[in-house]
Nanobody, 116 residues
């Protein structure tokens, strides 16, 4: 059963913007944590941004001034808007959900490549 489906990855040039979307199956409950992690080539997976449904967002140092995470409750979608992209942002981006009762789901990942 597919829980999280990402879309929106691709190839962009440095300085451009990109929007990633993640459609979640099932309702989003207050207290659920949703967000994005990424895995750059040859490196470990790292946090990008998370948001608590009904609460606040948290960003990594690399994204806090350039990325915005938000939830569209009507569409059950969590979106990551990335501005001023850099080559260091090249990675596979994974959508993430931790339910208020503790279960965790991951999306399949979407590739983002920032290059001239």
């Amino acid at each position: 059963q597919v829980q999280l489906v990402e879309s929106g990855g691709g190839l962009v040039q440095p300085g451009e913007s990109l929007r990633l979307s993640c459609e979640a199956s099932g309702s989003i409950f207050n207290g659920d944590t949703l967000g994005w992690h990424r895995q750059p080539p040859g490196k470990s997976r790292e946090l990008v941004a998370t948001i608590i449904a009904g609460g606040t967002a948290t960003y990594s140092d690399s994204g806090k001034d350039r990325f915005t995470v938000s939830i569209d409750y009507a569409k059950q979608t969590v979106t990551l808007l990335m501005d001023s992209l850099k080559s260091d942002d090249t990675a596979i981006y994974y959508c993430y959900r931790r339910r208020v009762w503790g279960s965790v789901d991951w999306g399949q990942g979407t590739q983002v490549t920032v290059s001239t």
